[in-house]
């Protein structure tokens, strides 16, 4: 039996335009492209935990010798402001790719270097939705996996814990240097 409804035809049509879309390409160390709210929450957040382990570790390897010598000083203060520069790096990386997906110049990635107002553009960046479609920086990012929905409120969860433990450390440490000097 022939359906000849027109409206049939048409829903057709607009699946096989649906399967068919085409979606930008995540490239996470580069300018240009567009990257998902939901990716910059993980992949800002990733290199955030990354950079505090690897910074922590080197703490630990330095603080575990009881007199470092002033080269092992050196090569740790070294290290550690290579790493914040390829942390930063990646942050600004990440944010001018999170900027295309609001159709805006990755000129406003600078935001991330100016106190304050740096974590409240990373929030907005976080929660508001990019453009739909393509827009002058590419088309559309592809659909998150649940696998980086996950990924995604895990980091959240972590982030929570930390802001908790740093204000912790905050009240505490004060009191126990206090205590400790009495």
Aim: hydrophobic share 50%; with cysteine; aromatic share 10%.
């Amino acid at each position: 039996m022939a359906d000849d409804n027109p409206s049939r035809v048409s829903q057709e049509s607009l699946e096989q335009q649906t399967d068919h879309q085409e979606y930008a390409e995540i490239k996470i160390f580069s300018y240009k492209g567009r990257l998902g709210r939901i990716r910059y929450l993980v992949y800002s957040a990733n290199a955030l935990f990354l950079w505090l382990g690897l910074t922590v570790l080197l703490f630990g390897l330095v603080s575990s010798t009881r007199h470092p010598s002033q080269g092992l000083v050196y090569l740790f203060f070294s290290t550690l402001a290579i790493l914040v520069v390829v942390f930063l790096g990646v942050i600004v990386l990440l944010t001018i790719q999170r900027v295309h997906d609001f159709n805006r110049s990755g000129w406003l990635a600078l935001l991330q270097f100016v106190p304050i107002v740096n974590n409240i553009s990373w929030l907005v960046f976080c929660i508001v939705q990019g453009t739909e479609g393509s827009n002058q920086f590419g088309t559309q990012t592809p659909p998150n996996t649940r696998r980086l929905k996950i990924m995604a409120v895990i980091a959240v969860i972590l982030l929570f814990l930390l802001v908790v433990a740093l204000i912790l450390a905050a009240i505490i440490i004060p009191r126990l240097i206090e205590a400790l000097s009495a």
